[in-house]
Every structure is written in structure tokens, then in C-alpha cells.
């Protein structure tokens, strides 16, 4: 319990440090009837996906369901990916949620199944309970001497009290090293972790409250534990199958977990490892958490994966599986076969549909107001009204990039707040995908490779008729 409060707080520690796409997003923004409040955690508007995503993370945390598929379909920057983080923010540390675009497994040195299997196994937690035994107390006095000679090993004792005893412990060279590492003073309420040694500070004892003026903001003061100082303690850790399979695939061992270079598993480690797992579950010894796994721009994958999928759903340690496309009827990967959004009918026949749609003026500027907080730029109204239209006009992601080098020019010319003049400037200088084909169709004789018949004739190809043509083809298809 402890090790996850310490990990969500080192993560709050980090996030500031780059900003990334969908940094600024931190959740659902769901209230708790799983109502989308408008603008909330970073979210703005496309209530009914987000609410219908507030409904698988249910789904997710009740643990029971396996192997549903879920598919966030719409326009290009319309927000799924920015769901799909959403909900995996909304789950919290503790439940599996991996992350992959379709492409991905393509440029893996494994065969397409075994990539996808291990991107499975590594959204299925497994919490294995523990008990442990900890002393838990507040430390009265750390004395830590080094002998006077200069050579030997430092000696140290380690005075900690509960509301009803006190004892003095012995400490060794270890304890002594960790003890100073973590920086353990009179009057912090630390545990030890008898087995391993280690210690976590729970935060400052109420009682030392008015001791130090200078402690900081994020001082945690806690109550000073009460009965003995020695205690049973339950924990709970979750671990993904995937990583009991690399620590238990002898070739390579755990220490491919970091370097990611785990290289195909062998089937027979896996059917050991899920017996080994169901009989800790009949034990009482362990559960499954089941998590998602998220697959971005999923008509990139190929048939064999789809099939695959198919199959693997059906399996009782499934996740969830959230996948998100762009695409409408389109060819499926690898066949001549077209299907709507590049996925085969049997596998959408199994899948529950998100749709997401087009965002209004309003919620853009939203968006853009958000996205300016997160990169922390400061922007005038008018400034802000202009950004919009370019949003509503180019696309809300061209907008968005703009944002940080308006910034810079504004900065540039030492001003405090990104005016009118600014975006006028960047949106002269940095051209969106509309005006690049313009430029490209009037200039394309003079670049290299161009393909496009002269200008009168790919009218003729306009998109419509092109999707038109698939249409027809699915019809055909399928009757
Ligand atoms: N409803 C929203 N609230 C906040 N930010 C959003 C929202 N929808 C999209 N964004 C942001 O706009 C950008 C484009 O959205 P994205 O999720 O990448 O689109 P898609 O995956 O649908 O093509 C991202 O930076 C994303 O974080
Ligand atoms: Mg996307």
C-alpha cells in the first residue's frame, strides 16, 4: 500500500518535466454517476464517448469480465487517444493498461502473434497477497557512531516508540546505509520491512508538528502508531503475467524486462505459468486484475492479427481490449477485402462501438485554453478567438501545435501574453496539410517523384467517389 502512495507521488513529481500530446489529460471527468462534467481533469465535451468509457473502466474494475473488445471510432482529432489516456489514468497505477499502435508489431523481432500475445499478458495484473512482518513506530532517536579507531564498521542504534512502548534497536552496516538514505530523523513514523530492510517513511508525527518551522509544504504529518511495534502486515503487489513469464523463461531472466529484449516465449513457460497462477488463485494466494490494452490506429493490423484477436478474446485471462481508428470502409491490411474502419465483420460483430464526433467552436477553444495552461503560455482573448478559427478552419491538432511557437515569437519580442500578431506570424510560417496540398498542386512539377496526374484531371478522383466505389465492393462482398 505504501509503495503505491510513494509511486503515484514521484510520478506528480515527473509529469511537469515534459509535456507530451495528452499530458494535460488526468482522467475521465466523470462525476460519481458516471456523469462527464463538461470540462473536467482535462477533458472537455465529447460527453457520450467519454461516458461510455466511464463504463468499461466499471467493467475493467470489476474484474469479472474478460476478453471485451471496444472500438473508439472517428475523425482524426476527435479525442480518442486522448480517451483511451483517459482511461488509463482513470484506473489508476494499479491496474494494467498497455499501450500500442497497430504498426508496432510489424518492427518487433518476433512474429506478429507473439507480439501481440505478450502485449496481452502484459495487461493482465495478477495481485499476489503477502504477509509480512514490519515494526511500524516513531523514531525517538537515531545514533549513529563511527568507531574512533576510523577503520571497523559504523555503529548505530535506533530508538523508536508506539503510543505504549519504546525499544532500542541494534542497527547493522545495512540498516545504518538505508537509515541514512532515507534521511530518517526524531520524529519521522517509519516502517521496516523485516524481511528486506527497507524503509518508508510514512510522514511526521503530529506530535513534531510545531518542532520545525521549516517543514515544507508537502510535509505529511501522521498519527504516532498505536500497540506493539511489531506487527503482521498484508501486502499486495501486482505483477503483469508477462513479467512472470520473462523472469521464468530461463534463457534470459528477469534482467530483460529492462532492456525490453525478451524475445519470443515459449509457449510451455506460459501453460506453466497459468497453472501456476490458477492454483494460487484456488489457494486464496493470489487474483487476477485484469487491465486493457489499448491498440491506436488498429487497421494497421493484418489479417493473421485479426484472426488472432478473434481467438484470443475468448480466453478467460483476457483484458479488455480498447482499439481506436480513424479509417471508415476501407481495404482491410494484406487482402483486397474492404470492411468498415479496415476490421474484418466477425471481428467487429464482437465489438462494442464508441463513436466520437467533430467538436464545436466552443469546445475547441476549450481545448486550446487547456492546452495553453499545460505549456504554460500565456495568450490574450483575441489572440485566443483567432487560434479557434484556425482550429475550426485547419484542424484542431494545427491549432494546437501553434500554440507553443506563437509562444516563442511572443517571448522573442519580449512581450508577457501571445497576441493577435503572433499567431498571424506562426500561421505564416508554418503552413496546415490544406494549404501544403494547395502549394504542392501548384508547384508539384518542380519536386521530385510526383506521381498526381496535372491538376484538371485528379479532380476526377475526388474522395467521394473513391469511398463511393468501396461501398459498392462491400456490397458485393458480402452478398
Ligand atoms: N475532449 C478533449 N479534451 C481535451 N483535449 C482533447 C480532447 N480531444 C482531443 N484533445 C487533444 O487534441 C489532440 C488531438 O486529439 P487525439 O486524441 O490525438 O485525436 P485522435 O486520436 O482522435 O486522432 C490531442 O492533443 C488531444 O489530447
Ligand atoms: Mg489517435
Known amino acids: 500500500m505504501n509503495v503505491n502512495v510513494n509511486v503515484a507521488e514521484t510520478r506528480e513529481v515527473t509529469r511537469i518535466e515534459r509535456i507530451g500530446a495528452h499530458s494535460h489529460i488526468r482522467g475521465l471527468g466523470l462525476d460519481d454517476t458516471l456523469d462527464p462534467r463538461p470540462v473536467s481533469q482535462g477533458l472537455v465535451g465529447q460527453t457520450s464517448a467519454r461516458r461510455a468509457a466511464g463504463v468499461v473502466c466499471e467493467m475493467v474494475k470489476e474484474g469479472k469480465i474478460a476478453g471485451r473488445a471496444v472500438l473508439i471510432a472517428g475523425q482524426p482529432g ?3 487517444t486522448a480517451i483511451a489516456m483517459g482511461i488509463a489514468q482513470a484506473l489508476g497505477v494499479d491496474t494494467p493498461f498497455t499501450a500500442m499502435a497497430g504498426s508496432e508489431i510489424y518492427s518487433l523481432e518476433m512474429s506478429k ?12 495484473g495478477v495481485r499476489i497477497r ?3 512482518e514490519i515494526i511500524e513506530g516513531e523514531v525517538v532517536e537515531v545514533q549513529i557512531d563511527r568507531p574512533a579507531t576510523g577503520t571497523g564498521a559504523k555503529i548505530g542504534k535506533l530508538t523508536l516508540k508506539t503510543t505504549e512502548m519504546e525499544t532500542v534497536y541494534d542497527l547493522g552496516t545495512k540498516m545504518i546505509d538505508s537509515v541514512i538514505k532515507e534521511k530518517v530523523q526524531a520524529g519521522d513514523v517509519i516502517t521496516i520491512d523485516k524481511a528486506t530492510g527497507k524503509i518508508t517513511k510514512l ?13 515544507g509544504a508537502q510535509t505529511r504529518f501522521v498519527q504516532c502508531p498505536e500497540g506493539e511495534l511489531q506487527k503482521k502486515k498484508e501486502v499486495t503487489h501486482t505483477v503483469t503475467l508477462h513479467e512472470i513469464d520473462v523472469i521464468n523463461s530461463r534463457t534470459q531472466g528477469f534482467l530483460a524486462l529492462f532492456s525490453g ?17 490458477s492454483e494460487w488463485r484456488e489457494e486464496g494466494k493470489a487474483e487476477i486484475a485484469p487491465g486493457v490494452l489499448f491498440v491506436d490506429e488498429v487497421h494497421m493490423l493484418d489479417m493473421e492479427c485479426f484472426s488472432y484477436l478473434n481467438r484470443a478474446l475468448e480466453d478467460d485471462m483476457a483484458p479488455i481490449v480498447v482499439m481506436a481508428t480513424n479509417r471508415g470502409i476501407t481495404r482491410i491490411r494484406g487482402t483486397n477485402y474492404t470492411s468498415p474502419h479496415g476490421i474484418p465483420i466477425d471481428l467487429l460483430d464482437r465489438m462494442i462501438i464508441i463513436p466520437t464526433s467533430p467538436y464545436q467552436e466552443k469546445e475547441l477553444m476549450e481545448i486550446l485554453k487547456i492546452r495553453c495552461e499545460e505549456e504554460d503560455c500565456e495568450m490574450g482573448e483575441d489572440a485566443m478567438k483567432v487560434l479557434t478559427r484556425i482550429a475550426v478552419e485547419a484542424s484542431l491538432r494545427y491549432a494546437i501545435q501553434l500554440i507553443s511557437v506563437a509562444n516563442l ?14 499567431i498571424k506570424r506562426v500561421y505564416s510560417l508554418f503552413i496546415d496539410e490544406a494549404r501544403s496540398c494547395q502549394f504542392l498542386s501548384e508547384y508539384q512539377n518542380e519536386f521530385m517523384f510526383n506521381e498526381v496526374a496535372p491538376v484538371s484531371k485528379t479532380e476526377d478522383v475526388s474522395k467521394d467517389s473513391e469511398v463511393e466505389g468501396e461501398v459498392e465492393q462491400v456490397m458485393e462482398t458480402s452478398s
Do not use: H, M, W
Open 261 to 277: 529484449d525478451t524475445g519470443e516465449i515459449k509457449p510451455e513457460v506460459r501453460d506453466q505459468i497459468n497453472a501456476k497462477v
Open 203 to 215: 510522514g511526521r508525527s503530529f506530535t513534531r508538528a510545531r518542532d520545525y518551522d521549516a517543514t
Open 113 to 124: 502473434t507473439e507480439a501481440l500475445t505478450q502485449a496481452f499478458r502484459k495487461s493482465i
Open 78 to 80: 476527435t479525442g480518442k
Open 130 to 132: 503477502e504477509e509480512t
Open 409 to 422: 515569437v511572443c517571448k522573442k519580442r519580449k512581450g508577457t501574453s501571445i497576441s493577435v500578431d503572433d
